[in-house]
């Protein structure tokens, strides 16, 4: 009868199932678009983290050596002594002459104790332009070599252990610069101190070489 409900066409029945998945969900070629942008991403945020803790270091060590230099020069003037500085790869030592002239550490312990620079961080030492070696320690002996050869390593090393910056009574001192720096890193700090015994540290950028 007229009322009653007339079947639909076939060209209006409802679309498959497997059509109505293709078009709200995601192709196999879209997620793994997705995931590569993450993994980008990710790895731009763990290299600015990386970076910054890197650059926190950097600061701390450099300020650290800046206030050790300021601390020496008043300990020199205080006690009208003459305080040495000298650089090693691993670190730096403050040196005082003995009544032979000869350089020894300043302190075991304390403030003026020889100190490590943190890794990955190396120093570069100039003075009047003139890049430093830095002073090399003596390679330790094993053995009875070691124990029949310890008084002359030890005097050994007092010979050639000399200061390369002076921080002298009165405020005077080695002008010399310092650059520290880590490897393949863009930044470093440059340290400076000049006759009068004025420090500074700036922050700096490594300029990259140019090809012709």
């Given amino acids: 009868m007229d009322g009653a409900a007339r079947a639909l066409p076939a060209s209006a029945s409802l679309p498959p199932a497997s059509v109505s998945f293709q078009q709200g969900g995601f192709t196999l070629l879209e997620l793994l678009a997705v995931i590569a942008?993450?993994?980008?991403?990710?790895?731009f945020v763990s290299l600015s983290i990386g970076n910054r803790a890197l650059d926190d270091r950097l600061e701390a060590e450099s300020k650290r050596l800046e206030q050790l230099?300021?601390?020496?020069?008043d300990e020199a003037d205080l006690k009208g002594i003459a305080i040495g500085l000298a650089f090693t790869p691993e670190g730096y030592r403050?040196?005082?002459?003995d009544a032979r002239s000869k350089w020894?550490?300043?302190a075991q312990s304390g403030i003026f104790r020889s100190r490590p620079l943190l890794q990955p961080f190396y120093a570069e030492l100039r003075i009047e332009g003139r890049l430093i070696p830095l002073i090399?320690?003596?390679?330790?002996?094993?053995g009875s070599d070691s124990k029949a050869a310890d008084g002359d390593d030890k005097e050994d090393e007092a010979t050639k252990l000399k200061p390369q910056v002076l921080?002298?009574?009165?405020?005077?001192?080695?002008?010399?610069?310092?650059?520290?720096?880590?490897?393949?890193y863009p930044v470093y700090m440059h340290i400076e101190g000049n006759l009068l015994g004025q420090v500074t540290r700036e922050r700096r950028?490594?300029?990259?070489a140019v090809t012709r």
Avoid at 37 to 43: A, F, K, L, M, S
């Fill in 104 to 106: 020894d550490d300043y």
């Fill in 37 to 43: 942008i993450i993994g980008v991403i990710v790895t």
């Fill in 205 to 208: 950028t490594v300029e990259k």
């Fill in 94 to 97: 403050f040196l005082i002459a």
């Fill in 136 to 142: 090399q320690p003596k390679e330790s002996k094993s």
């Fill in 167 to 184: 921080m002298l009574p009165g405020g005077q001192m080695t002008p010399f610069t310092l650059d520290l720096k880590a490897p393949n």
């Fill in 69 to 73: 230099l300021r601390l020496a020069e």
